[in-house]
């Protein structure tokens, strides 16, 4: 059975040395999940580095450990970037939980014009954050040593100034959209024939109304790429995590 996996609050130990894992990470290792003297768990803080610990004490609401040993994840190349537009009903949220299982490295929610959806003032900070914490559950599901980061929201212009920059930077932009008529994976084969692999591939996964024609026309203008996933229309939970894992199978999965 895998090692269940908690995120550090604090720095991480070397082996042979003593760690304490407290705060929520703490309370819930020790109290809900009630991991007892002599179990093994497994920590990470969240930017690739992790241990292996044996449970030599607890509290209600610490664990202390013996360091192992010693773990690291390199980072993911390319980088994946997952720009989610936001949904109701949860949706988004599902494509986050999904796309981090992936390998998702950085995700960025997008307020697009056909948003039901939206993060008015106050509430963008408050968006972020439940997604975060949605990101930081995924990650310690799939036993990750990375947790990728959710960043401050865009509208359509800052989105179409992200993609424009990131093509001076070697990115790529792929723009999901049913009217594409170049499919993922063909589309990507013919950009990287004969060049370097880009330094991100960035998927732009829209709304439940579908990135409208003004929003398309900007994003390829600004150097994003129309493609499509296949003959079928995928709910907006779905579209970015089978794009991913598209693209982490041919690019980054042996």
Do not use: N, Y
Not at 202 to 229: C, K
């Amino acid at each position: 059975m895998t090692l269940p996996l908690f995120l550090a609050d604090g720095p991480l130990a070397g082996v042979g040395e003593s760690l304490t894992l407290s705060g929520d990470e703490g309370r819930h290792a020790a109290t809900v999940q009630r991991i007892a003297v002599g179990e093994e768990v497994l920590l990470a803080d969240g930017a690739g580095a992790g241990v292996r610990g044996r449970v030599t004490g607890t509290t209600k609401s610490t664990l202390e450990l013996e360091v192992l040993e010693e773990l690291t994840e390199p980072t993911g190349r390319p980088r994946l970037e997952l720009v989610q537009a936001l949904a109701k009903a949860g949706r988004a949220e599902q494509s986050l939980e999904t796309s981090v299982e992936i390998g998702v490295d950085a995700v960025v929610p997008w307020q697009a014009d056909r948003s039901i959806s939206r993060w008015a003032g106050p509430k963008a900070e408050k968006g972020r954050v439940k997604w975060q914490q949605v990101v930081r559950a995924a990650t310690k599901q799939s036993r990750r040593l990375w947790e990728a980061p959710v960043e401050p929201m865009v509208d359509t212009a800052g989105l179409v100034e992200r993609v424009r920059v990131g093509v001076g930077a070697s990115e790529l932009t792929l723009v999901l959209h049913e009217v594409a008529t170049d499919g993922l994976l063909p589309t990507l084969g013919g950009l990287l024939e004969g060049r370097e692999t880009p330094s991100l591939v960035r998927v732009v996964i829209g709304p439940e109304g579908g990135i409208s024609p003004q929003e398309l026309e900007a994003l390829t203008d600004a150097g994003g790429v129309p493609v499509v996933l296949g003959p079928h229309v995928l709910r907006t939970s779905s579209a970015g995590p089978v794009a991913l894992a598209l693209l982490c199978g041919a690019l980054r999965w042996d």
